[in-house]
Every structure is written in C-alpha cells, then in structure tokens.
T-cell receptor, first 111, second 113 residues
Framework: GENVEQHPSTLSVQEGDSAVIKCTYS??????FPWYKQELGKRPQLIID?????GEKKDQRIAVTLNKTAKHFSLHITETQPEDSAVYFC??????????FGTGTSLTVIP | GAGVSQTPSNKVTEKGKYVELRCDPI?????LYWYRQSLGQGPEFLIY????????DSGLPNDRFFAVRPEGSVSTLKIQRTERGDSAVYLC???????????FGPGTRLTVL
C-alpha cells in the first residue's frame, strides 16, 4: 500500500518568513495530493490540493509543488502570519480512492 | 449547505462495552470515509464506502470494528468489546464521488476507561 512520509514534524518561523513542509509517497499510481490544516480540537480543513497532471498550484500565500518522478510534494506558505499556526497534514490518494496521510507538521509562527 | 456532521461529539465508555458512532455526510456525496486519529498523528484510514457498499475495509484493525451505510447516506461505525487502545478521535469524511475533494466532520472523541 501507499506510505506517506512528512517532514519536519515541528517548524517554527518568524512572522513574515516562509515555511516549507515536504512529503514523499511510495505508490507511483497515486494521483491526488491534498494538504489539510488542523487547529487544536478542530476538524482537518483542506487548504490546497494538486493532481498528478500539474506540477505547481498557487492560491495567494499558499503554493504546492509536485515532482512525480521523485514522488515528493511540498507545501509553501509565504509571508506567514500567527494565524497560520496549526498542524498541517499532507495526503496522497491512490487509484482505489483511499487517502493516506502524513504524520503532520506542527507549525508555529512567532509574532 | 450543511457540512459533514458526527454524533456524539464525545463518548466515554467502559472497557468491554459496545459503542456506535454516527456520521451524516454532505447531501449527495456518494463516497464516505472513516478515519481514526490518535494524538499527534495523522488520520488513519479505516473504511471507505461508495454508496451502500464498503469499497475497502482493509483499514479496520480487527473484527471488533464494523461499519454500515444501509441507505447510502448516514453511516454508523460500531465497536464491540471496546479496549483502552480504541481511545481516539474518530473522523468521518465525504466526497462527491470518491475521486474528489473530501470534507471532514468534526469527529467523535472516544474515551475508553
């Protein structure tokens, strides 16, 4: 089955700096890669996603890049703000429509 | 419209008891997923329904866990003879057809004493 690894597990940045979170996956047939933000005690919320036919996608301060050959994808947050502080999860969906999640990155933005 | 809802939000039970957790997906969503999330971990896949049938139940940890979706809408996750290790947040998610964005419910926090 699919195996998704996520790094780093914790990340602290100064407000206004950029944050990058990286994930790798093992199943080359996986074709959809969402990123979720989860605040303490809340449900995961989709923030951005990318499909395997696209290399990069951007939405305001958030961008995701996908390298299919290397089987890795990354989340980039620019101009970080304190409200960006949360746990971020990457996921990969395989052809059986199952989702496999990374172990999460706890992001702290220091004012 | 209404999002995914789950009841109860919290459930405390004693070891050995039976529990049922309910998920109401977004109306019209044919795909429904159950996950288990332990503290500090990502959601762990349990089972995936497409309509009324379980398309993949390979994530259910053992035969104490069972889930149904008899009319292709509401789903119930059933846990028999609960153990302390079953304590976690159980998340439900739905998507339009499985190959689309999934939306999560708020979860049920299960505590087995």
């Amino acid at each position: 089955g699919e195996n998704v690894e996520q790094h780093p597990s914790t990340l602290s940045v100064q407000e206004g700096d950029s944050a990058v979170i990286k994930c790798t996956y093992s199943d080359s047939a996986s074709n959809y890669f969402p990123w979720y933000k989860q605040e303490l005690g809340k449900r995961p919320q989709l923030i951005i996603d990318i499909r395997s036919n696209v290399g990069e996608k951007k939405d305001q301060r958030i961008a995701v890049t996908l390298n299919k050959t290397a089987k890795h994808f990354s989340l980039h947050i620019t101009e970080t703000q304190p409200e960006d502080s949360a746990v971020y999860f990457c996921a990969a969906q395989n052809t059986g429509n199952q989702f496999y999640f990374g172990t999460g990155t706890s992001l702290t933005v220091i004012p | 419209g209404a999002g995914v809802s789950q009841t109860p939000s919290n459930k405390v039970t004693e070891k050995g008891k039976y529990v049922e957790l309910r998920c109401d997906p977004i109306s019209g969503h044919t795909a429904l997923y159950w996950y288990r999330q332990s503290l500090g971990q990502g959601p762990e896949f349990l089972i995936y329904f497409q309509g009324t049938g379980a398309a993949d139940d390979s994530g259910l940890p053992n035969d104490r866990f069972f889930a149904v979706r008899p009319e292709g809408s509401v789903s119930t996750l059933k846990i028999q003879r609960t153990e302390r290790g079953d304590s976690a947040v159980y998340l439900c998610a739905s998507s339009l057809d499985g190959a689309d964005t999934q939306y999560f419910g708020p979860g049920t926090r299960l505590t087995v004493l």
